[in-house]
């Protein structure tokens, strides 16, 4: 894998600037406020945690830093450059895998990334080494002639992130990315994450509902609950508020109380019975 992944084309970032800035964002449905004033932001190269229960507005915070739906009020830069006003700048500056699959399970690997490659206009003359670069990154190019619906789960993963890998992001979100996967395919999946910020220096958003994930992987975490941050720090930090021996699991239990349930039986069920069919089709 080259060390050119994480040079965005077009306008560069700002190495002046953060990767994100987000200041006192708000975001509403009708009459959910589904963020309400949240405020954070993420150094260069760092690996920042966006936790929370299903509903929280993890994902609406996230779709607004990629430029998919506009904030009510508030602001979120990404490099220096306003989602508002910059939303194409921005968009070529960021790789996102969502929670939903992306992958068309009709379509070869080769012909997943070629369309997104399409999407973010590469050069037609550059198309077809950066599609394999991104592939080899992912462990798949042996396979990229295969169709998808003969992948398994973690490979369909993998898939995902060379898809979101091909413009070459300064930021890369995941949300969610190894939902439903086995601990192997999870492992495998961030072993390949942590080769390329390695490499690159690429800085990572992600959200995620595994513990252990976070505390191994982030740098920094921010807990949210209706729609608000509750809690900023790093992991130990934040385990270091409930005493000696305190989780992960333990922080996020303290910080948003039985929301997991609370959700499931109100408003937040839509998102618990998607990502159960994501987990589903992963298998």
């Known amino acids: ?41 993420i150094a260069p190269g760092e690996v920042f945690g966006l936790l929370g229960p299903n509903g929280a507005g993890k994902t609406t915070t996230i779709r607004v830093l990629t ?10 830069s990404v490099f ?3 989602t508002r006003t910059a939303a194409m700048l921005v968009r070529h500056l960021i790789g996102y895998l969502p929670q939903q699959l992306s992958a068309d399970f009709q379509l070869t690997g080769y012909e997943n990334v070629w369309l997104f490659a399409r999407l973010f206009d590469l050069p037609r003359q550059q198309r077809d080494q950066r599609i394999r670069e991104v592939l080899a990154a992912m462990g798949l190019d042996d396979v990229r002639e295969r169709l998808v619906s003969t992948y398994s789960g ?14 070459r992001p300064a930021l890369l979100v995941l949300d969610e990315p190894t939902i439903g996967l086995d601990p192997l395919a999870r ?50 930090e934040l385990k ?22 609370d959700e499931e039986m109100t408003g937040g069920g839509r998102d618990v019975r998607r990502t ?3 987990a589903q089709r992963l298998g």
């Open 67 to 76: 430029t998919l739906i506009r904030a009510d009020s508030g602001a979120v």
């Open 154 to 167: 973690g490979m369909v993963r993998r898939l995902e992130l060379a898809q979101a890998l091909v413009n």
């Open 1 to 41: 894998m080259t060390a050119e992944i994480g040079l965005p084309e077009g306008a560069p970032p700002d190495g002046r600037q953060l990767p994100v800035a987000c200041t006192d964002l708000r975001v509403s449905f009708g009459t959910v406020q589904a963020v309400d004033g949240v405020s954070f932001s």
């Open 80 to 82: 220096g450059y306003d």
């Open 276 to 278: 159960r069919r994501t």
């Open 240 to 261: 270091a508020r409930l005493g000696p021996g305190a989780t992960l699991d333990d922080v996020f239990r303290h910080d948003v109380g039985t929301a997991i349930e």
């Open 187 to 236: 492992g495998d999946v961030w072993e390949r994450v942590s080769e390329l910020r390695e490499e690159t220096g690429m800085t990572v958003l992600l959200t995620t509902h595994y513990m252990e994930e976070a505390d191994t992987l982030c740098e920094r975490i921010a807990l949210m609950h209706h729609g608000r941050i509750r809690s900023q720090g790093t992991p130990a």
